[in-house]
């Protein structure tokens, strides 16, 4: 029986979590999953990870530099990087710095947790030196190697897949349960209270206007947790100001999107990823435009789709369809005949890729587009934040020695460290994974 392939992903919140995983479960299906949380001020509580429901052999938090310590310590096959794009980039330099030459390095994977509708150029470039930058449709792709070209970067590593998380049961009509309305929030789009006040008293609204349904207000996360993007205006708290409070069929719920989408006859949200899930599943999505279609919201990324609408539109019986071309182009669609649950056939090209990758012996130093010679007044401090040296290694104290460990025994580690690297440079690929395992003795 052949060996299961060793994954590792690296993630800064609970939604890059998800992606990550799900990701290298479809990129690499018999795998062992080892998780790494980087530690910051989006790391991920016990709860926000159990209502992800995606589960690691191992989960541990860490630092970057504690991270490339890892990588370089254990043998890993691929590593899925779900972070932003900064964090992103120091760990690009820093599998530089340990592999400056072909060698037997894990491959190296990167990509965005959904909608990219803002800092296109800057994020792209920030994930350029990855094996593989995935794109989630056909319209990503080409803008992706559109940002790569125009800066005479190499453009090979894009390869279009899909959301990971695309699936579910097609949309069913409510039929003898109540018609549910589900309002998707998000941390921070709008960002201001009196926006995110308006928003949430037209879903009450809406549920006074409407008593025979149930509305619900999909929240993504506590007071005090943290997601993705900084929550300054929490809607529990101004649910808390509404005059009399919410209607008794309105309610603030949170949990698995994919569960609350399996209840859902209507998704309402500014710009929020839900809404290519539920139109993934043919269910009416609405696009608000109550507050403008403007790129800070992000609603314009769904112009084309057919989705765009008002509250007052809403509350007048209105149930907007995707229209088919945009969902394609988008990647929500499923391919003809592709099994969504498995999304056989959109990571079909990222997996043939994957597994070439990993049958080469050696692989090439990573390779990003920024460097000291293209990006002298920006890198270093992109890496300085990270606790890097501006060529990719970490900055003295950056790495913990491990608790009551002899200044002779890291010294040892270090020497079989560097042992195994140059077996795995040497193509010695059964011996080096024998100095490494004696290194952690």
Not at 26 to 55: N, Y
Not at 182 to 201: C, I, K, M, N, T
Not at 337 to 348: F, H, L, M, R, V
Request: hydrophobic share 40%.
């Amino acid at each position: 029986m052949p060996e299961r392939k060793r994954v590792a992903v690296l993630a800064d919140s609970d939604t890059r979590w998800k992606w990550g995983a799900l990701t290298a479960r479809r990129l690499v299906p018999d795998h062992q999953l080892t998780g790494f949380l980087l530690r910051g001020r989006a790391t991920p509580t016990a709860r926000q990870l159990g209502e992800v429901g995606v589960r690691a052999d191992r989960l541990s938090e860490v630092t970057c530099a504690e991270f490339l310590a890892e990588i370089e310590r254990e043998h890993y096959d691929v590593v899925v990087l779900a972070l932003v794009g900064g964090a992103v980039q120091a760990v690009l330099h820093g599998a530089r710095a340990l592999w400056p030459a072909p060698a037997g390095r894990p491959v190296l994977v990167t990509g965005y947790v959904g909608v990219v509708y803002e800092k296109l150029a800057d994020g792209l470039l920030l994930r350029h030196g990855a094996d593989l930058v995935l794109a989630n449709s056909r319209h990503d792709a080409e803008r992706f190697r559109a940002v790569y070209e125009g800066v005479g970067a190499d453009a090979a590593a894009v390869t279009e897949t899909a959301l990971p998380f695309l699936g579910g049961a097609p949309y069913e009509p409510a039929g003898s349960r109540a018609h549910t309305v589900v309002f998707a929030v998000q941390p921070s789009v709008p960002d201001s209270r009196a926006d995110r006040a308006y928003l949430l008293e037209r879903a009450a609204g809406h549920a006074r206007l409407h008593p025979d349904r149930e509305v619900l207000i999909k929240l993504r996360s506590k007071p005090g947790e943290h997601t993705t993007h900084l929550e300054e205006q929490p809607y529990q708290r101004l649910a808390e100001k509404i005059p009399g409070g919410l209607p008794a069929n309105c309610r603030l719920v949170y949990g698995n999107m994919g569960e609350v989408l399996d209840g859902t006859d209507l998704l309402v949200t500014v710009s929020s990823t839900a809404a290519l899930e539920s139109l993934h599943r043919s269910i009416p999505t609405a696009i608000l435009t109550d507050l403008g279609i403007r790129e800070a919201l992000g609603n314009h990324h769904f112009l084309g789709s057919g989705c765009m609408a008002s509250w007052d539109q809403i509350d007048s019986g209105l149930l907007p369809e995707g229209d088919p071309l945009w969902l394609a182009a988008q990647g929500v669609l499923p391919a003809q005949g592709a099994d969504p649950e498995k999304g056989a056939d959109a990571y079909a090209v990222a997996r043939a890729k994957v597994a070439a990758l990993m049958a080469a012996t050696r692989l090439p130093a990573p390779a990003p587009y920024y460097t000291r010679t293209t990006a002298p007044g920006y890198l270093p401090g992109i890496l300085a934040r990270h606790h890097l040296a501006p060529d990719g290694t970490p900055l003295p104290g950056a790495v913990r020695p491990q608790a009551g460990e002899s200044r002779l025994r890291r010294r040892l580690r270090a020497h079989l460290r560097e042992a195994a690297r140059g077996a795995y440079r040497h193509g010695v690929q059964r011996v080096a994974p024998v100095i490494r395992r004696l290194g952690e003795l």
